[in-house]
């Protein structure tokens, strides 16, 4: 599957649900911050989604799409105690857009396939709407958050760390349409 075919299938996905949602097109991006600026929201309300991967005893490997605010890390404990693991770390970037189905950075918080759980942490969940990369750098979804829940059906867990890149999200302000 290629990020146009993931596209179409999250949009129609929404469609079928009766769900309102936005497209935002802008410039080609896929560093959480800057794509933040670009679409006008705080990088809180981001939805990065990673892919780890969850080693659970020698033999048996479990995969999870994390989905955390764009201003956060993932707590690789957090995670692997959620599942009595021995390790938890990024997934391959093969392994990762093999199970998403698009490229590093385009992954949107769903999981369509049946190998990987939906994780999400409850920080993300505060803002009223979320915003994340459509399987494309270029395209956006803005989604209600509560649509988002009903929609994705995540598991709700607290599951991040703050970055340590020492800078706090700059407030935004967003001009009303019309």
């Known amino acids: 599957?290629?990020?146009e075919d993931m596209f179409h299938r999250l949009t129609t996905l929404l469609k079928e649900r009766g769900?309102?949602?936005?497209?935002?097109?802008?410039?080609?991006?896929?560093?959480?911050?800057?794509?933040?600026?670009l679409r006008g929201h705080d990088p809180r309300q981001a939805a990065k989604c990673i892919i780890v991967l969850v080693k659970v005893g020698k033999k048996t490997k479990r995969y999870v799409a994390a989905v955390i605010p764009g201003d956060r890390r993932v707590c690789f404990d957090k995670v692997k105690a959620l599942y009595d693991g021995t390790y938890a770390g990024f997934a391959s970037r093969e392994v990762?857009?093999?199970l998403a189905g698009t490229p590093v950075g385009t992954i949107p918080?769903?999981?369509?396939?049946?190998?990987?759980?939906?994780?999400?942490?409850?920080?993300?969940?505060q803002f009223p709407e979320v915003f994340?990369?459509?399987a494309r750098f270029d395209r956006t979804i803005a989604l209600a958050t509560g649509d988002y829940?009903?929609?994705?059906?995540?598991?709700?867990?607290?599951?991040?760390?703050?970055?340590e890149s020492g800078l706090s999200p700059a407030p935004v302000n967003r001009e009303p349409a019309g």
Request: aromatic content about 6%.
């Open 1 to 3: 599957m290629n990020s």
């Open 19 to 37: 769900v309102e949602y936005q497209v935002i097109a802008h410039e080609p991006e896929g560093v959480t911050e800057t794509v933040s600026r």
């Open 96 to 98: 990762a857009e093999s």
């Open 109 to 125: 918080p769903f999981s369509f396939d049946e190998r990987m759980e939906l994780l999400v942490d409850p920080e993300l969940l």
């Open 132 to 134: 994340f990369n459509a």
């Open 149 to 163: 829940l009903a929609t994705a059906k995540p598991r709700v867990e607290s599951i991040t760390q703050v970055a």
